[in-house]
Protein backbone atom coordinates (compact mmCIF):
# COMPACT_ATOMS: atom_id res chain seq x y z
CA UNK A 1 0.00 0.00 0.00
CA UNK A 2 0.94 3.39 -0.90
CA UNK A 3 1.93 6.28 1.97
CA UNK A 4 0.76 9.71 0.66
CA UNK A 5 1.36 13.27 2.63
CA UNK A 6 0.86 16.34 2.12
CA UNK A 7 3.93 18.79 2.58
CA UNK A 8 5.09 22.76 2.16
CA UNK A 9 8.23 23.40 0.46
CA UNK A 10 10.80 24.88 2.96
CA UNK A 11 13.78 25.58 0.45
CA UNK A 12 14.72 23.96 -3.17
CA UNK A 13 18.50 23.21 -2.20
CA UNK A 14 19.40 22.03 -5.42
CA UNK A 15 18.53 21.32 -9.26
CA UNK A 16 21.01 18.78 -10.48
CA UNK A 17 20.34 17.56 -14.04
CA UNK A 18 16.63 18.13 -13.98
CA UNK A 19 16.09 16.79 -10.84
CA UNK A 20 15.24 19.29 -7.77
CA UNK A 21 16.65 17.99 -3.85
CA UNK A 22 13.73 19.77 -1.67
CA UNK A 23 13.23 20.29 2.14
CA UNK A 24 9.87 19.92 3.18
CA UNK A 25 7.83 20.23 6.02
CA UNK A 26 6.03 17.28 6.57
CA UNK A 27 3.44 17.18 9.60
CA UNK A 28 5.50 19.40 11.74
CA UNK A 29 9.45 18.00 10.48
CA UNK A 30 11.49 18.72 8.06
CA UNK A 31 11.56 15.78 5.46
CA UNK A 32 14.05 15.50 2.45
CA UNK A 33 12.50 14.86 -0.84
CA UNK A 34 13.22 14.83 -4.60
CA UNK A 35 11.32 16.33 -7.13
CA UNK A 36 11.12 15.64 -11.20
CA UNK A 37 10.27 18.46 -13.39
CA UNK A 38 9.96 16.24 -16.58
CA UNK A 39 7.07 14.28 -14.31
CA UNK A 40 5.83 17.15 -11.97
CA UNK A 41 6.92 20.58 -13.08
CA UNK A 42 9.36 22.76 -10.94
CA UNK A 43 8.08 24.08 -7.30
CA UNK A 44 9.46 26.56 -5.52
CA UNK A 45 9.50 27.57 -1.68
CA UNK A 46 6.23 27.69 -0.46
CA UNK A 47 4.72 25.61 -2.66
CA UNK A 48 2.93 22.72 -1.08
CA UNK A 49 2.97 19.37 -2.64
CA UNK A 50 1.79 15.62 -2.59
CA UNK A 51 4.31 13.67 -1.36
CA UNK A 52 4.69 9.35 -1.61
CA UNK A 53 6.57 8.84 1.60
CA UNK A 54 6.20 4.72 1.16
CA UNK A 55 9.88 4.28 0.46
CA UNK A 56 11.03 6.46 4.15
CA UNK A 57 8.18 5.04 5.91
CA UNK A 58 9.12 1.72 5.32
CA UNK A 59 13.07 2.11 5.18
CA UNK A 60 13.58 1.20 1.79
CA UNK A 61 17.03 2.20 -0.01
CA UNK A 62 15.81 5.28 -1.44
CA UNK A 63 18.03 7.25 1.05
CA UNK A 64 15.37 8.74 3.27
CA UNK A 65 13.60 10.87 0.36
CA UNK A 66 9.57 11.24 0.05
CA UNK A 67 8.84 11.71 -3.92
CA UNK A 68 6.65 14.71 -5.15
CA UNK A 69 3.81 12.97 -6.63
CA UNK A 70 2.04 16.59 -7.18
CA UNK A 71 2.21 20.53 -6.79
CA UNK A 72 -0.80 21.44 -5.49
CA UNK A 73 -0.25 25.23 -5.72
CA UNK A 74 -0.08 25.26 -9.30
CA UNK A 75 -0.46 22.88 -12.46
CA UNK A 76 3.09 22.51 -14.05
CA UNK A 77 3.78 24.03 -17.81
CA UNK A 78 3.86 21.44 -20.49
CA UNK A 79 6.88 20.25 -20.55
CA UNK A 80 9.38 20.92 -23.66
CA UNK A 81 8.14 18.91 -26.51
CA UNK A 82 9.91 16.78 -29.47
CA UNK A 83 9.17 14.79 -32.73
CA UNK A 84 9.53 11.41 -30.24
CA UNK A 85 6.80 9.26 -29.91
CA UNK A 86 8.21 6.37 -27.23
CA UNK A 87 6.51 6.40 -24.13
CA UNK A 88 8.39 5.43 -20.93
CA UNK A 89 6.46 4.53 -17.62
CA UNK A 90 3.73 3.67 -20.17
CA UNK A 91 0.17 3.45 -19.23
CA UNK A 92 0.71 4.84 -15.88
CA UNK A 93 -0.38 8.49 -14.87
CA UNK A 94 3.15 9.40 -15.29
CA UNK A 95 3.99 8.12 -18.62
CA UNK A 96 6.81 10.02 -20.33
CA UNK A 97 7.06 10.74 -23.57
CA UNK A 98 10.76 10.22 -25.37
CA UNK A 99 12.69 10.52 -28.75
CA UNK A 100 14.29 7.11 -28.66
CA UNK A 101 17.50 6.26 -30.25
CA UNK A 102 15.60 4.28 -32.64
CA UNK A 103 12.56 5.64 -34.37
CA UNK A 104 12.34 7.47 -37.86
CA UNK A 105 12.27 11.27 -36.26
CA UNK A 106 15.51 10.17 -34.46
CA UNK A 107 19.01 11.93 -35.97
CA UNK A 108 20.93 8.38 -35.36
CA UNK A 109 18.10 6.19 -36.78
CA UNK A 110 19.78 5.18 -39.81
CA UNK A 111 23.22 4.45 -37.46
CA UNK A 112 21.35 2.46 -35.50
CA UNK A 113 19.41 0.83 -38.61
CA UNK A 114 22.89 0.04 -40.11
CA UNK A 115 23.65 -1.81 -36.92
CA UNK A 116 26.07 -4.99 -38.26
CA UNK A 117 28.22 -5.79 -35.14
CA UNK A 118 29.60 -4.30 -32.04
CA UNK A 119 32.44 -6.21 -33.05
CA UNK A 120 34.10 -7.85 -30.20
CA UNK A 121 33.74 -4.49 -28.08
CA UNK A 122 34.08 -5.37 -24.12
CA UNK A 123 31.18 -4.62 -22.26
CA UNK A 124 31.33 -4.64 -18.39
CA UNK A 125 28.34 -6.12 -17.18
CA UNK A 126 27.51 -5.41 -13.26
CA UNK A 127 24.59 -5.63 -11.20
CA UNK A 128 24.77 -2.88 -8.20
CA UNK A 129 24.85 1.05 -9.63
CA UNK A 130 27.95 1.11 -6.80
CA UNK A 131 30.02 -0.66 -9.43
CA UNK A 132 30.11 1.49 -12.27
CA UNK A 133 32.64 4.34 -10.97
CA UNK A 134 35.01 2.13 -9.94
CA UNK A 135 34.78 -0.56 -13.51
CA UNK A 136 34.96 3.10 -15.11
CA UNK A 137 38.59 3.96 -13.38
CA UNK A 138 39.45 0.56 -13.92
CA UNK A 139 39.24 1.25 -17.90
CA UNK A 140 40.75 4.83 -17.28
CA UNK A 141 43.55 3.67 -15.16
CA UNK A 142 44.76 1.13 -17.66
CA UNK A 143 44.59 3.65 -20.22
CA UNK A 144 45.97 6.80 -18.64
CA UNK A 145 42.56 8.20 -19.38
CA UNK A 146 42.15 7.35 -22.90
CA UNK A 147 39.65 4.90 -23.54
CA UNK A 148 36.24 6.32 -24.32
CA UNK A 149 33.35 4.82 -22.02
CA UNK A 150 30.11 4.73 -22.00
CA UNK A 151 27.41 4.11 -19.68
CA UNK A 152 23.83 1.79 -20.58
CA UNK A 153 21.47 1.91 -17.71
CA UNK A 154 18.95 -0.50 -17.39
CA UNK A 155 15.17 -0.52 -15.41
CA UNK A 156 16.20 -2.76 -13.27
CA UNK A 157 16.51 -0.46 -9.99
CA UNK A 158 15.71 3.43 -10.22
CA UNK A 159 14.36 4.75 -13.35
CA UNK A 160 15.30 8.46 -13.78
CA UNK A 161 19.12 8.41 -14.64
CA UNK A 162 19.02 11.97 -13.26
CA UNK A 163 19.28 10.31 -9.66
CA UNK A 164 22.40 9.32 -10.08
CA UNK A 165 25.13 11.65 -8.61
CA UNK A 166 27.80 9.34 -9.67
CA UNK A 167 26.72 9.41 -13.38
CA UNK A 168 27.08 13.39 -12.24
CA UNK A 169 30.01 13.46 -10.53
CA UNK A 170 31.92 10.87 -13.59
CA UNK A 171 30.67 13.32 -16.64
CA UNK A 172 31.67 15.90 -14.73
CA UNK A 173 35.20 14.86 -14.52
CA UNK A 174 35.00 13.48 -18.30
CA UNK A 175 35.07 10.17 -17.11
CA UNK A 176 31.88 9.01 -19.39
CA UNK A 177 31.70 9.89 -23.16
CA UNK A 178 27.88 9.41 -22.52
CA UNK A 179 24.49 7.71 -21.29
CA UNK A 180 21.69 6.00 -22.36
CA UNK A 181 19.06 5.01 -20.66
CA UNK A 182 16.69 1.65 -21.77
CA UNK A 183 13.80 0.36 -21.78
CA UNK A 184 11.55 2.16 -18.85
CA UNK A 185 14.42 4.15 -17.31
CA UNK A 186 14.66 7.88 -18.64
CA UNK A 187 16.73 11.06 -18.77
CA UNK A 188 19.94 9.78 -20.61
CA UNK A 189 21.82 11.39 -22.99
CA UNK A 190 20.02 8.71 -25.05
CA UNK A 191 17.00 6.73 -24.70
CA UNK A 192 16.38 3.61 -26.28
CA UNK A 193 13.71 0.75 -25.90
CA UNK A 194 15.70 -1.68 -24.77
CA UNK A 195 19.06 -3.25 -23.86
CA UNK A 196 19.56 -4.18 -27.47
CA UNK A 197 19.51 -1.16 -28.96
CA UNK A 198 20.87 0.62 -26.30
CA UNK A 199 24.24 -1.60 -26.54
CA UNK A 200 23.93 -0.60 -30.39
CA UNK A 201 23.19 3.28 -29.21
CA UNK A 202 26.39 3.35 -26.99
CA UNK A 203 28.63 1.63 -29.88
CA UNK A 204 27.15 3.23 -33.17
CA UNK A 205 26.33 6.90 -31.41
CA UNK A 206 28.70 7.57 -28.58
CA UNK A 207 31.23 5.58 -30.31
CA UNK A 208 32.46 4.07 -26.78
CA UNK A 209 35.22 1.67 -26.83
CA UNK A 210 33.88 0.32 -23.96
CA UNK A 211 30.39 0.29 -22.81
CA UNK A 212 29.46 -0.36 -19.16
CA UNK A 213 25.83 -1.67 -18.05
CA UNK A 214 24.66 -1.50 -14.97
CA UNK A 215 20.86 -0.97 -13.50
CA UNK A 216 20.58 2.99 -11.42
CA UNK A 217 20.50 3.19 -7.67
CA UNK A 218 19.03 0.59 -5.82
CA UNK A 219 17.96 -2.91 -6.53
CA UNK A 220 15.34 -5.44 -5.71
CA UNK A 221 15.81 -8.73 -3.59
CA UNK A 222 14.09 -10.91 -1.65
CA UNK A 223 16.53 -13.28 -0.03
CA UNK A 224 15.14 -15.95 -2.70
CA UNK A 225 17.33 -17.17 -5.48
CA UNK A 226 15.15 -15.93 -7.92
CA UNK A 227 13.69 -12.53 -6.71
CA UNK A 228 15.56 -10.18 -7.74
CA UNK A 229 16.29 -7.62 -10.22
CA UNK A 230 20.43 -8.64 -10.46
CA UNK A 231 19.51 -11.53 -12.47
CA UNK A 232 19.49 -9.10 -15.46
CA UNK A 233 23.65 -9.13 -15.20
CA UNK A 234 23.05 -12.77 -17.24
CA UNK A 235 20.32 -11.42 -19.48
CA UNK A 236 22.59 -8.42 -20.49
CA UNK A 237 25.49 -10.90 -21.01
CA UNK A 238 23.32 -12.86 -23.87
CA UNK A 239 22.69 -9.56 -25.39
CA UNK A 240 26.14 -8.69 -25.37
CA UNK A 241 27.09 -11.82 -27.05
CA UNK A 242 24.36 -12.25 -29.23
CA UNK A 243 25.40 -8.57 -30.36
CA UNK A 244 28.78 -9.28 -30.90
CA UNK A 245 30.54 -7.91 -28.08
CA UNK A 246 32.74 -9.18 -25.03
CA UNK A 247 30.81 -9.51 -21.96
CA UNK A 248 32.69 -9.10 -18.89
CA UNK A 249 30.82 -9.66 -16.00
CA UNK A 250 31.41 -8.09 -12.79
CA UNK A 251 30.68 -10.92 -9.77
CA UNK A 252 29.57 -9.57 -6.73
CA UNK A 253 31.19 -9.91 -4.01
CA UNK A 254 31.71 -8.99 -0.59
CA UNK A 255 33.26 -9.96 2.68
CA UNK A 256 31.91 -7.38 4.90
CA UNK A 257 28.62 -8.18 4.52
CA UNK A 258 26.78 -10.19 7.30
CA UNK A 259 24.41 -11.96 5.42
CA UNK A 260 25.57 -15.94 4.51
CA UNK A 261 23.82 -15.34 1.07
CA UNK A 262 26.20 -12.64 0.18
CA UNK A 263 29.55 -13.61 1.43
CA UNK A 264 32.28 -14.41 -0.77
CA UNK A 265 30.54 -14.44 -4.17
CA UNK A 266 27.07 -13.39 -4.05
CA UNK A 267 24.17 -16.12 -4.69
CA UNK A 268 22.45 -13.56 -6.97
CA UNK A 269 25.57 -13.69 -9.32
CA UNK A 270 26.37 -17.33 -8.91
CA UNK A 271 22.52 -17.93 -10.17
CA UNK A 272 22.70 -15.14 -13.29
CA UNK A 273 26.34 -16.98 -14.36
CA UNK A 274 25.07 -20.15 -13.74
CA UNK A 275 21.29 -20.58 -14.79
CA UNK A 276 20.42 -17.59 -16.46
CA UNK A 277 23.73 -16.08 -18.94
CA UNK A 278 23.58 -19.05 -21.69
CA UNK A 279 26.32 -17.82 -23.68
CA UNK A 280 30.28 -17.72 -21.91
CA UNK A 281 31.81 -14.20 -20.28
CA UNK A 282 34.52 -13.41 -18.79
CA UNK A 283 34.44 -13.06 -15.29
CA UNK A 284 37.07 -10.48 -13.51
CA UNK A 285 38.07 -11.08 -9.80
CA UNK A 286 40.22 -9.08 -8.17
CA UNK A 287 43.63 -10.50 -6.22
CA UNK A 288 42.63 -11.68 -2.87
CA UNK A 289 44.58 -12.91 -0.17
CA UNK A 290 44.47 -17.05 0.16
CA UNK A 291 41.51 -17.70 2.18
CA UNK A 292 38.99 -15.51 0.28
CA UNK A 293 40.59 -16.71 -2.85
CA UNK A 294 39.85 -20.31 -1.98
CA UNK A 295 36.33 -19.36 -1.03
CA UNK A 296 35.82 -17.85 -4.09
CA UNK A 297 37.21 -20.50 -6.11
CA UNK A 298 35.02 -23.25 -4.57
CA UNK A 299 32.00 -21.21 -5.22
CA UNK A 300 32.82 -21.06 -8.35
CA UNK A 301 33.64 -24.39 -8.94
CA UNK A 302 30.91 -25.85 -7.28
CA UNK A 303 27.98 -23.68 -9.21
CA UNK A 304 29.29 -25.36 -12.49
CA UNK A 305 30.19 -21.59 -13.46
CA UNK A 306 33.92 -22.39 -14.27
CA UNK A 307 32.73 -24.71 -16.75
CA UNK A 308 31.59 -22.39 -19.35
CA UNK A 309 32.77 -18.70 -18.15
CA UNK A 310 36.58 -17.71 -18.51
CA UNK A 311 37.73 -16.70 -14.98
CA UNK A 312 40.25 -13.73 -15.40
CA UNK A 313 42.14 -12.61 -12.57
CA UNK A 314 43.49 -8.46 -11.98
CA UNK A 315 44.59 -6.13 -9.78
CA UNK A 316 41.59 -3.87 -9.18
CA UNK A 317 43.60 -1.85 -6.82
CA UNK A 318 44.46 0.62 -9.80
CA UNK A 319 40.82 1.82 -9.85
CA UNK A 320 40.64 2.89 -6.34
CA UNK A 321 43.42 5.45 -6.96
CA UNK A 322 42.31 6.77 -10.03
CA UNK A 323 38.91 7.91 -8.11
CA UNK A 324 40.62 8.93 -5.14
CA UNK A 325 42.57 11.36 -7.24
CA UNK A 326 39.57 12.91 -9.61
CA UNK A 327 38.39 12.61 -5.69
CA UNK A 328 35.43 10.84 -6.31
CA UNK A 329 34.03 8.80 -2.87
CA UNK A 330 32.17 5.60 -3.57
CA UNK A 331 30.10 3.32 -1.27
CA UNK A 332 27.98 0.20 -1.89
CA UNK A 333 25.22 -0.52 1.08
CA UNK A 334 26.72 1.78 3.05
CA UNK A 335 30.71 0.42 2.96
CA UNK A 336 33.64 1.98 1.71
CA UNK A 337 36.19 0.78 -0.12
CA UNK A 338 38.04 0.42 3.22
CA UNK A 339 34.56 -1.61 4.86
CA UNK A 340 34.72 -3.59 2.01
CA UNK A 341 37.72 -3.74 -0.59
CA UNK A 342 36.86 -6.57 -2.22
CA UNK A 343 33.73 -5.60 -3.82
CA UNK A 344 34.92 -2.50 -5.28
CA UNK A 345 38.30 -4.10 -6.44
CA UNK A 346 36.20 -6.70 -8.50
CA UNK A 347 34.45 -3.99 -10.58
CA UNK A 348 37.98 -2.32 -10.98
CA UNK A 349 39.11 -5.80 -11.96
CA UNK A 350 36.47 -5.82 -14.85
CA UNK A 351 37.83 -2.54 -16.07
CA UNK A 352 41.44 -3.45 -16.44
CA UNK A 353 40.16 -6.56 -18.09
CA UNK A 354 38.08 -4.35 -20.69
CA UNK A 355 40.87 -1.78 -20.94
CA UNK A 356 42.86 -5.05 -22.31
CA UNK A 357 40.34 -5.63 -24.99
CA UNK A 358 39.81 -2.23 -26.04
CA UNK A 359 40.35 -1.87 -29.88
CA UNK A 360 43.50 0.17 -30.25
Known amino acids: MISWKKGKVSRVLEALDHIQELDVEVEGTLCCAWNFPLL ?8 YVYLNTTAVEKKLGSGGYHFVIANLSRIP ?16 PYQVKVLSVEEEASP ?32 LAAT ?34 GTVSAGHAFGGDLESVNIYSGLIAAYQVLKAEIIIVTMGPGI ?55 RVA ?14 QHDLINKQLEESGILSHHRVVVRDGSPALRYLEGQGITVKSMGRTPVDDPVFFLAAGAAG ?9
Open 278 to 291: LREAIIALPEVNTE
Open 40 to 47: TGDVSTGD
Open 352 to 360: SVAAELRKK
Open 77 to 92: DPAPGDDGHIMKLRYT
Open 220 to 274: VGTGTRWGTTALEQGEIINAVSVLGGQPIAVPRISFADARPRHRGVSHHTLTALE
Open 144 to 177: QGRARVAFVMTDGAALPLTLSKTVHALKEKGMLA
Open 108 to 139: FHQQIKDFESLEGTPVIVGTLHSMLAPAAAGC
